[in-house]
């Protein structure tokens, strides 16, 4: 069965620097992946979809990136704010190539911004 | 509305008792799911609606629970006999074609 895993450990960076996170799937690779933002006591955030085909994808200071033959997405936020800290998760489709489907989600990578 | 609705927000119930929890999508979403985040867990899949087709129920954990969409937009989701392993958050979520998920605020349900 596909699984997503993240990094399992906090992350804690510096405001102002770059963070990567990291979203690793099993099995065949889907035709995209979705990243979320989670707050505390809020549901997850929509942040980007990338497609199978698209080696890397943009949104103000957010960058994705989809590497097939690792198996891997990254996720990075440059610039990093306090605000930032959240906790992302990465997801994937259950099945293979359809537009419409229910999506797996990773357990989440905490993102702390240090002022 | 602009988002998706759920109701209660919180739900504190005793154990034995059958609860409904209510999720209102986005206008002119066609896909409905609910999942589930137990405390500082991940999103469990529980139930998937897509238009007229039959929902997939794949994800529910026992046959106490069941879910319906009438007229293809509010869908209930009920757990009847709850148990304190019921006990989370239930999320609901809509979305367009190619797109992401809308994500409700969620219930948070207690069973004491």
């Known amino acids: 069965s596909q699984k997503i895993e993240q990094n399992s450990e906090a992350l804690n960076i510096q405001e102002g620097k770059t963070a990567t996170l990291t979203c690793n799937y099993t099995?065949?690779?889907?035709?995209?992946l979705q990243w979320y933002r989670q707050d505390p006591g809020r549901g997850p955030v929509f942040l980007l979809l990338?497609?199978?085909?698209?080696k890397e994808k943009r949104k103000e200071r957010l960058k994705v990136t989809f590497d097939t033959t690792l198996k891997q997405s990254l996720f990075h936020i440059t610039a990093s704010q306090p605000a930032d800290s959240a906790t992302y998760l990465c997801a994937r489709p259950v099945i293979f190539k359809t537009s419409y489907d229910k999506v797996i989600f990773g357990p989440g990578t905490s993102l702390s911004v240090i002022p | 509305g602009a988002g998706v609705s759920q109701s209660p927000s919180n739900k504190v119930t005793e154990k034995g008792k059958d609860v409904e929890l209510r999720c209102d999508p986005i206008?002119?979403?066609?896909?409905l799911y609910w999942y589930r985040q137990s405390l500082g867990q991940g999103l469990e899949f529980l139930i998937y609606f897509q238009g007229n087709s039959a929902p997939d129920k794949s994800g529910l954990p026992s046959d106490r629970f069941s879910a319906e969409r009438t007229g293809g937009s509010v869908s209930t989701l009920t757990i009847q006999r709850t148990q304190q392993e019921d006990s989370a958050v239930y999320l609901c979520?809509?979305?367009?074609?190619?797109?992401?998920?809308?994500f409700g605020s969620g219930t948070r349900l207690t069973v004491v």
């Open positions: 979520a809509s979305s367009a074609i190619n797109y992401g998920y809308t």
């Open positions: 990338i497609r199978e085909n698209e």
């Open positions: 099995n065949y690779s889907p035709a995209y």
């Open positions: 206008s002119g979403h066609t896909a």
